[in-house]
């Protein structure tokens, strides 16, 4: 009897590596097939991506997984690997393009002019030019007299978290200290979407949720949002974007770089959506103390799958500190801290310190000073009769130029002294617009925008 179930066993595993091999010759077939098409759109100047085609096949591999029973959500993550690899094969025989440019590239580029001797005039990153509060740096002092410079629970010292907890109003269980914002993002759509599942985002839009989503293979749907329509996106639209293989929606108000911020209706549809579909909802709020008109937080909704992130880098100009933390469920709280130890353990203990010291500093002086940057900005870039909504939040004004595409103006204007970030680095199809920093004194902003109105002018 043994011996007919290992018999059994065999049979079935070679059944098994039969299918495998069936798979794997379909597979290179199709990559076969995929590299052909992108030879033919190759010639024939055709962009790689093609969401018809996908929505069709999407529509197919739906269909087939009901026929055979199979998971709709596994098909599709299936699906969505094959195109991300279709993708790749087919961007192999196009025409090599420029690499794109994001904010940090210029800003790296005008650090290696400045470190040439050029003086440049930054307004290309949100790094306000306004110091920490003195408290910061006195902890960081004591932290060192005190040896506070150890390992640390990965979620973050108790006494900071509590402090976190106590200011939004939850319990330290759901809160996680982490290296910046930035982290904050990467730890959650890493712990919560997996390769082949989807989420969405809302352009233009700060690039590091579509580098997250690159990085662990998952698929970013875009809903873009125009000037014409005050940069508030189409709730329709984004309900028929969400499909089965859809895990997480990621918002960004008041938003980099526009500085939008949403009205009540539209987040208040926006989290409705996310709840009839059982949707994470990650709330990138790191300029929420930056918002000069009604900011609904995601917080205000007590969604068990909201996830709102925060930083010290903007709200106490505490960049390089790099701390920031995120609230949400105990359980994902659980799983982000998880990616974290993998990937550093735990902030450092004597920058924990100093974020706690910060913690009890009043901000509304940075507010204020933000806010009158903004507004002498905005007045300049009517002055230029340059096209934008005035911003609502956050530390950016987003023009549209008046003509041609973003790089050689910013090219011309690094040139020229003056570092500001290309629109199409917060999205492909953003190519008329640019990204303008209010992180400067009055003067200096003045100064670089008096040169952009002239390198217009030229370019006229």
């Keep these: 009897m043994a011996m007919d179930k290992n018999e059994e066993l065999e049979t ?10 069936e798979i794997m010759r379909n597979v290179h077939q199709r990559m076969e097939l995929a590299r052909q098409i992108g030879e033919v759109k190759g010639r024939l100047g055709i962009d790689v991506k093609d969401e018809k085609v996908e929505q069709d096949i999407r529509a197919m591999v739906l269909g087939l997984a009901g026929e055979i029973g199979m998971s709709n959500e596994f098909a599709l993550r299936l699906l969505n690997i094959l195109l991300a690899e279709s993708e790749l094969v087919q961007a ?10 994001t904010h940090l590239g210029i800003f790296m580029r005008a650090k290696q002019l400045e470190a040439s001797g050029k003086k440049i005039i930054h307004m290309e990153v949100g790094e306000p030019d306004y110091p920490p509060p003195d408290a910061a740096g006195n902890s960081l002092a004591e932290s060192f007299k005190l040896r506070q410079y150890h390992y640390t629970d990965t979620r973050g010292i108790p006494k900071l978290r509590d402090a976190i907890a106590k200011k939004e109003g939850v319990t330290e269980d759901r809160v996680i200290v982490t290296p910046g914002g930035r982290f904050a993002v990467f730890s959650a759509i890493a712990s919560l979407v997996k390769a082949g599942q989807e989420l969405i985002a809302i352009e233009p839009a700060w690039p590091a949720y579509k580098e997250c989503a690159d990085f662990i293979g998952a698929k970013i749907q875009i809903l873009k949002t125009t000037l014409e329509d005050k940069w508030t996106p189409d709730t329709r639209q984004l309900e028929e974007m969400i499909n089965p293989s859809t895990k997480m929606i990621v918002l960004n108000y008041p938003n980099n770089p526009t500085g939008k911020v949403l009205d009540n209706r539209t987040m ?14 990650l709330s990138d709020e790191v300029y929420a103390d930056y918002a000069f008109k009604k900011f609904q937080s995601i917080a205000e909704y007590s969604y068990d799958k909201g996830i709102l992130v925060s930083s010290f880098s903007k709200r106490y100009a505490m960049t390089g500190f790099r701390v920031g933390y995120s609230i949400a469920s105990k359980d994902v709280i659980s799983k982000m801290a998880k990616v974290q130890a993998v990937g550093i353990t735990s902030v450092a203990e004597p920058v924990q310190q100093a974020a706690l010291a910060a913690l009890g500093e009043d901000p509304s002086e940075n507010i204020a000073t933000m806010k009158g940057r903004l507004d002498f900005m905005s007045v300049k870039l009517k002055e230029m009769s340059l096209r934008f909504a005035e911003p609502d939040g956050a530390m950016y004004a987003y023009p549209e130029l008046p003509s041609g595409e973003d790089m050689p103006l910013v090219e011309r204007m690094l040139e020229r002294g003056v570092a500001i970030a290309p629109g199409s680095g917060f999205g492909d199809s953003y190519k008329k617009f640019v990204r303008i920093s209010a992180c400067q004194p009055e003067e200096v902003l003045e100064k670089g925008l008096d040169i952009m109105a002239s390198v217009i002018k030229e370019q006229a």
Aim: proline share 3%; no cysteine.
């Design 12 to 21: 079935l595993r070679r059944q098994v590596r039969n299918v495998t091999s």
């Design 268 to 281: 208040e549809k926006i989290v409705s959506i996310a709840k009839d579909n059982d949707l994470y909802l």
């Design 92 to 101: 192999q025989k196009q025409p090599q393009k420029a690499a794109k440019q």
